[in-house]
């Protein structure tokens, strides 16, 4: 698990010395203050005043052991403010750890994508398998979307994806269709006419 810590939470520091010979072994070596960066390993600066340190330590709360990174916000000297990440995993390294937290903005997307135009949130059953088949049916629709307005506009930083877009570009041509097949017209000709791809991208969101 990836997630986002309180920026106050409550950490302990691993114990890294010497044990006794006898009685219980020594779990931690004190609290953590975020003012004292001088026990964590540095990752340098990510971006223009963004800094960040990667440490193991313990919560409290979750009872177990954390890969922690501080994000330090020092665009503004007068008012720093730290962001803290996590990772149960603890082989991952701070990089991985921010490019993972970043990549759940993209995720997120197409849980609203798939909820707001591919009824995602509309089945009605209680059965579990039924409901794994309508959300997994649902995000294969995005995905066959997305792969198909690749295969049009291609990749590249240029690329914009709008499932919006996509339906109301489907519908036209579904309409265009339609209107074609009821007056008898041939829709080869009409299809290299200069005002189909306008009709075609009416209602379209600019991007």
């Excluded at 036209?172 to 269709?177: C, F, H, T, V």
């Amino acid at each position: 698990m990836i997630g986002k810590l309180r920026h106050d939470a409550a950490l302990k520091y691993l114990y890294q010395g010497e044990q006794k010979v006898t009685g219980r072994k020594r779990l931690y070596d004190g609290k953590v203050f975020y003012d004292d960066l001088s026990r964590w390993e540095p990752l340098g600066e990510l971006e223009t005043g963004i800094h960040a340190w990667v440490q193991t330590l313990w919560h409290d709360s979750l009872k177990r052991r954390l890969r922690v990174v501080l994000l330090l916000n020092a665009k503004q000297v007068e008012k720093q403010s730290h962001v803290l990440l996590f990772s149960t995993d603890l082989s991952l390294s701070g990089g991985e750890i921010v490019g993972y937290y970043g990549a759940r903005f993209g995720i997120e997307f197409l849980f609203r994508d798939a909820k707001q135009h591919l009824g995602f949130n509309d089945c009605q059953a209680r059965n579990q398998k039924a409901l794994d088949f309508h959300f997994n049916l649902s995000l294969s629709a995005l995905n066959f979307a997305k792969a198909e307005a690749l295969s049009h506009m291609g990749p590249g930083p240029d690329f914009v994806f709008s499932m919006y877009s996509h339906k109301c570009r489907a519908f036209n041509e579904s309409l265009m269709e339609r209107v074609f097949s009821r007056f008898g017209l041939d829709p080869t000709l009409l299809k290299q006419h200069p005002a189909y791809p306008e009709l075609r991208e009416f209602g379209v969101i600019a991007s």
